[in-house]
């Protein structure tokens, strides 16, 4: 079989620190790309020359590889694969576009869109499309959290009861750990979602809105509850996922530094297992992602990171916002179109106060 043509939308520029302004997650994918025989680097784009010049450099992309127009490339490029690397709230048009040039997978940064329908309708343009469309919601590929899935499918923690999360909100950095409720909870859907949030400090994060705390709690089809309770100061659950079962509990990324412990019926001590180094944001998450993403395109295998997976925690963020709004419990299938957050700032119903880093970029 020929190698697989990739290409890459929105290579970002390498900053020494990276920031809620800019992480250049197009370097961790193209990382991820270059260890694979199975792939070539042949294109990018970027609106900013620079960058994407900057980007073809590392990579060795030639001249007719680097565009400043991702359509241009999505049209002269032939690509198999594409990897979308810009902010959320152009993910929905540029995973329409490349389904319309006729890519075979497209690999596309979290959050899935910045609205619940463009979550949907991108979703669902792949899936008429027969594109297989993912997102990069790479923990599933990290050691705490398999550690954890382990010991959970082999009975150790009994029956699963309830999961938590605790992370600093729920849409940027809540969708990686929200998702991870769904590879523990075997991708069951949600049934209904009950949750409050608090504004008060506009905080944009790639551009976009993101909640200072909230509390959430949503029930699986299976009577798993799901309960997410944190902000930017607080963190209740002490980690960012806990396991509970009818017989232990499991921790992953604990607070006080512990990247998994685990406590079983009986037992007054944490165990800690080796993680052989691994913490729960790397190294060679986004690499075991792409190679992934790329072995089953070409075995047709459904991946763990497929849309349909990742729509089960986008429904229960875009759900949380939408029960605050409602202030009342929301049943799902969630039938709304928009980012209730975004729209109650839009209308005046959350006044935060302006986000002067933001705003003075
Ligand atoms: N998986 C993770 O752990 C993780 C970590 C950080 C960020 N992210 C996500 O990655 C995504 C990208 O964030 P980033 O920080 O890498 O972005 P970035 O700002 O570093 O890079 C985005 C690039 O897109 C370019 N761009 C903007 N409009 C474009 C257009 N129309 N056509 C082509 N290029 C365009 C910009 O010029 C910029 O260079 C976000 O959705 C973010 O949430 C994921």
Redesign the pocket.
Known sequence: MSKLRVGV?????K?ER?D???????Y?HAEGYKLLDTCELVAC????EE??AAFAAKYGIGDAGVF???KRMLAEATLDVVSI????H??EP?VVDACAAGVKAIH????MADTWGGAKRMAAVAADSGVQLTF???RRYGEPFILAKKMLDDGQIGDLVRLECGAGNLY?TGT?FIDMFSFFNGEVPAKWVLGQIDYRQETR??GSHNENQQVVLTEYENGVFGLIMTGVETNPVGCRDKLIGTQGVIEVGCADGPQIRYRLAGETDWTQPDTGGASI?GPMF?ERAVADIVDCVRSGRKCQLDASNALIATEIIFGAYESSRRRGRVDFPLDIDDNPLAAMVENGELKPAADVEAAGR
Not at 45 to 48: E, L, S
């Open positions: 939308i929105g290579t970002g520029r900053k990276a809620r302004f800019g992480y250049a997650m197009a961790s784009a970027d609106i900013v960058n994407a400043t127009d991702y690397c810009t902010w959320m152009l993910h540029m596309c940064e979290k959050p990069n919601h790479q940027d990686h994060v790639f944001h986004i």
